[in-house]
Nanobody, 124 residues
Framework: QVQLVESGGGLVQAGGSLRLSCAAS????????TGWYRQAPGKEREFVAA????????YYADSVKGRFTISRDNSKNTVYLQMNSLKPEETAVYSC?????????????????WGQGTQVTVSS
């Protein structure tokens, strides 16, 4: 059974930082690209970042470039999202997902598996 479990969400003031983690089990994690997505209340889910299987290639939404960093540790079956300079409008449920390619995740290809998500709330 494939499981993706996110952690690290919480309440942070505007301008603050959070580091999200997503631990995978039941799957050969190193063979999947991984992505982070977010969904704010009343809005559609949007792509945030993606990383290739080996971690060499990354993609970011324009809105987070320079502030967010995606990384992975295949020895721990875990992907991370370091978020700096957070803004109130980035309040959302953040979810990780795995798929075939990082470029595909960026382009909107449906991931193979999703996590349940973790709430990030940025106060003004």
């Amino acid at each position: 059974q494939v499981q993706l479990v996110e952690s690290g969400g919480g309440l942070v003031q505007a301008g603050g930082s959070l580091r999200l983690s997503c631990a995978a089990s039941g799957v050969t994690f190193s063979t999947y690209a991984t992505g982070w997505y977010r969904q704010a209340p009343g809005k559609e889910r949007e792509f945030v970042a993606a990383i290739s299987t080996g971690g060499r290639t990354t993609y970011y939404a324009d809105s987070v470039k320079g502030r967010f960093t995606i990384s992975r540790d295949n020895s721990k079956n875990t992907v991370y999202l370091q978020m700096n300079s957070l803004k109130p409008e980035e309040t959302a449920v953040y979810s990780c997902a795995i798929g075939s390619t990082s470029s595909g995740l960026r382009a909107g290809t449906q991931p193979n598996y999703w996590g349940q998500g973790t709430q990030v709330t940025v106060s003004s």
